[in-house]
């Protein structure tokens, strides 16, 4: 697999987030996740993968940055850059692909995903550059998000094959795909409700056959690319944990405790004698 380029994205609401208060951080990307900062957990995430390179990192802002020693230590030009947050998540990607320049593949996530994994992005990269795309999008379905998450609330997209939600993990594996980071701007408002996201990417008609079930995922991947002049693919992953960002202390909860039960399976594991590591 050809190395991909990260992007982060860590702009948010500052202290004013229900999150951040809740923590008593400057910033949601600080909050602490089991003790460890959310962004920090993404970072490790990307530097444990197998098929990320350099990281870019769009916030969080300078202020909140500098009150974070974890965070600067991280910091290291052409390996982890920082970059001021734009207004949205979309002006951050945009500044991101204009620091990291060239044509690398891209991969796109949010400082938010508390439980990405190096396995997680492995997983998805891989899915990605097999699925042809040059624009890619990872889905989970949503009935195994709410049996592992019961008390979290997530947008639910629901197409002919089932309903999904979004991962946060975002794949750009040509360069003809940064064109849709413009067109992003353009229905970023609109991304919390399916039907209005769907009539303004995909017309009226794709909007009935949404609303009558008809629509199917590979169907609305095909008028969407259609519609932007480039390939675009969604990728289906079967980790639950891949749907749950971290938007509300209800989900901060519940992000902590699979983390409490993984620690909890891992020292209760046997040990080989030869490795010292848990089988």
Not at 245 to 258: F, I, P
Request: with cysteine.
């Amino acid at each position: 697999m050809t190395p991909f380029a990260a992007l982060v994205l860590a702009g948010d609401r500052g202290p004013g987030d229900p999150v951040a208060r809740a923590a008593g951080t400057p910033c949601k990307a600080l909050a602490p996740v089991a003790g460890v900062p959310m962004v920090l957990r993404v970072l490790d995430a990307l530097a444990l993968s197998e098929g990320v390179g350099r990281v870019v990192l769009c916030g969080p802002a300078r202020d909140a940055l500098m009150q974070s020693s974890a965070v600067q230590a991280r910091l290291r030009p052409g390996a982890v850059d920082w970059v001021a947050p734009g207004a949205g998540p979309s002006a951050s990607a945009v500044a991101g692909l204009e620091l990291l320049g060239g044509a690398d593949p891209v991969l796109i996530t949010t400082a938010d995903h508390a439980l990405l994994g190096p396995a997680l992005v492995d997983d998805f990269l891989g899915r990605a550059e097999a699925s042809g795309g040059e624009v890619v999008v990872g889905l989970v379905r949503h009935e195994g998000v709410q049996a592992a998450f019961p008390e979290t609330r997530r947008t639910v997209t629901r197409f002919r094959d089932g309903g999904f939600c979004g991962t946060n993990l975002f794949a750009l594996p040509d360069p003809a795909g940064r064109r849709v980071v413009g067109y992003w701007q353009g229905v970023e408002s609109r991304r919390k409700r399916p039907w209005r996201l769907i009539a303004a990417a995909l017309g009226p008609v794709a909007l009935v056959q949404y609303g009558l079930g008809w629509l199917s995922v590979e169907r609305a991947m095909a008028r969407l690319s259609h519609h932007l002049g480039v390939q675009v693919k969604a990728v289906e992953l079967t980790a639950p944990e891949a749907g749950l960002d971290v938007d509300t202390v209800a989900d901060l909860h519940q992000a902590e405790a699979l983390l409490a039960r993984r620690r909890t399976a891992r020292d209760a594991a046997p040990w080989r004698a030869d490795t010292e590591e848990p089988v």
